[in-house]
């Protein structure tokens, strides 16, 4: 499998590389038709380029090869929120997203991914969707340093597209019983860290004050989730089923980016996302706003933030080329 799509990626490569000669050559022939380039030159390029094309199609999949192995880098990401109350100003998450567990990503890369957060010492960790390919039987070994996660609120997953064609219903079950909450278009509320670095609100001396000085962290089913059952149609809204009035802040984990709209007409204020994979390697960063809305960081639609990740894994071939791997820290601050 390996060697499988490491070729995929070295294809990809020729067959852009090699566009991109045809192009040049047709300019070179156009020239050479109105007199400017003469036919030794035109020769010599014609045979240059040819020997050129495999060789950086090579060297473009061993760059990218690195990219896509090394452990991602740590993003950074302040997110400015109207009326933050001053007990969550500073919460913290690190998100993951798109780890894609399957036949190039394993144990040891998942565990080094682990390490990295918990260096973080994040308030809590989301995972934005697109953890594995495969069943659980093949990836359940490779998935499991997840388990030592470590945020002061826990860890909390949202399925992607890829979830469900590998069974999300099995998934879900194994993530849940590996100590993970996944949110199903529902939502958990988070209490802001005490001045001793407990979970309570800090003073907070009436029900209101509680609210809010308390984080509404919610998370729906992937965008296409109904294509597989409709029982499982992603909702914002459903999401915030039954939420108290007076928690303001609200968190939306959502796979895809396209979820954006509907997250900003239920009132969010800030959407994590993945999907993207920021393109991954050219010419494919090309093809992504076809589909979605947003390719990678920060953007805003309305009154809401929605950030981007370029994923912590890779998809198909091991390579990024101008798309590099992350693992964001979001830390909420006052608008």
């Known amino acids: ?195 001793h670095g407990d979970l309570t609100a800090q003073g907070a001396q009436t029900d209101d004050e509680a609210d809010a000085a308390t984080l509404l962290l919610a998370g729906v089913n992937d965008f296409n989730a109904a294509h597989f059952d409709q029982a499982q149609a992603s909702d914002p809204l459903t999401a915030l089923s039954g939420a108290p009035p007076g928690v303001t802040t609200r968190i939306l984990l959502a796979h895809q980016p396209r979820s954006a709209a509907a997250a900003s007409a239920a009132g969010f204020q800030l959407q994590l996302s993945g999907h993207t994979h920021g393109g991954q390697f050219f010419p494919w960063n090309f093809f992504v706003p076809l589909q979605q809305p947003y390719v990678s960081g920060l953007h805003r639609l309305d009154a809401m933030w929605i950030y981007i990740s370029r994923g912590t894994g890779y998809w198909g071939p091991p390579k990024r080329i101008g798309a590099p791997s992350e693992i964001t820290l979001v830390r909420l601050v006052s608008a």
Request: glycine letters at 8%.
């Open 1 to 195: 499998q390996w060697l499988g799509l490491m070729a995929m990626g070295w294809f990809s490569s020729m067959a852009v590389t090699t566009l991109l000669r045809d192009v040049a050559l047709l300019v070179v022939w156009l020239l050479r038709m109105s007199g400017h380039v003469t036919p030794e030159l035109m020769s010599d390029l014609t045979r240059w380029s040819a020997i050129a094309v495999p060789l950086m199609a090579t060297a473009s999949s061993l760059i990218g090869f690195f990219n896509a192995r090394r452990t991602a880098r740590v993003v950074r990401i302040d997110v400015p929120i109207t009326d933050l109350p001053k007990a969550l100003r500073g919460f913290t998450i690190a998100q993951l997203s798109d780890l894609h567990v399957g036949p190039t990503i394993r144990h040891g890369y998942i565990q080094r991914i682990v390490d990295r957060v918990n260096r973080l010492e994040a308030d809590a960790v989301a995972i934005t969707g697109d953890l594995v390919d495969g069943d659980v039987p093949t990836l359940q070994r490779h998935i499991a340093p997840l388990t030592g996660l470590k945020a002061r609120h826990g860890t909390f997953v949202v399925t992607g597209n890829h979830e469900y064609y590998a069974g999300a219903t099995a998934w879900v079950a194994e993530l849940r019983r590996m100590g993970l909450r996944v949110l199903q278009n529902e939502h958990v509320l988070l209490a802001a860290r005490g001045s």
